[in-house]
Nanobody, 125 residues
Framework: QVQLVESGGGSVQAGGSLRLSCTVFGYTYPSYRMAWFRQAPGKEREGVAAIVNHGSTSYTDSVKGRFTIYKDNTNNTLYLQMNSLKPEDTGIYYC???????????????????WGQGTQVTVSS
């Protein structure tokens, strides 16, 4: 049974930084796609950043230049470094994964099979 366990959310003022972590427990496979999604109150879930095993990354336009997604394979943990945070970054952030090859890291939710429980990020102005 694969589990994704997130941590690192919290409250921060605009301009601040947070780093989210997502540790994978259970069986995994060398080929993977992993991503961070977020859902703000009253809005649909959106893909924020994604990464695949060969290193390619994708970002939604609103976070380019501010967020960085990366994976540490030594401890099987996915990270999202978030800098220059804005109030519009507020929401519940979810980690997602699928152990399947992908040439381009997808930002659509239906491309992922496993999801974490979510961690709250609140950015105040």
């Amino acid at each position: 049974q694969v589990q994704l366990v997130e941590s690192g959310g919290g409250s921060v003022q605009a301009g601040g930084s947070l780093r989210l972590s997502c540790t994978v427990f259970g069986y995994t496979y060398p080929s993977y796609r992993m991503a961070w999604f977020r859902q703000a109150p009253g809005k649909e879930r959106e893909g924020v950043a994604a990464i695949v095993n060969h290193g390619s990354t994708s970002y939604t336009d609103s976070v380019k230049g501010r967020f960085t997604i990366y994976k540490d394979n030594t401890n099987n943990t996915l990270y999202l470094q978030m800098n220059s945070l804005k109030p519009e970054d507020t929401g519940i952030y979810y980690c997602a994964a699928r152990w399947e090859y992908s040439a381009i890291p997808p930002l659509r939710g239906n491309e992922y099979a496993y999801w974490g429980q979510g961690t709250q990020v609140t950015v105040s102005s």
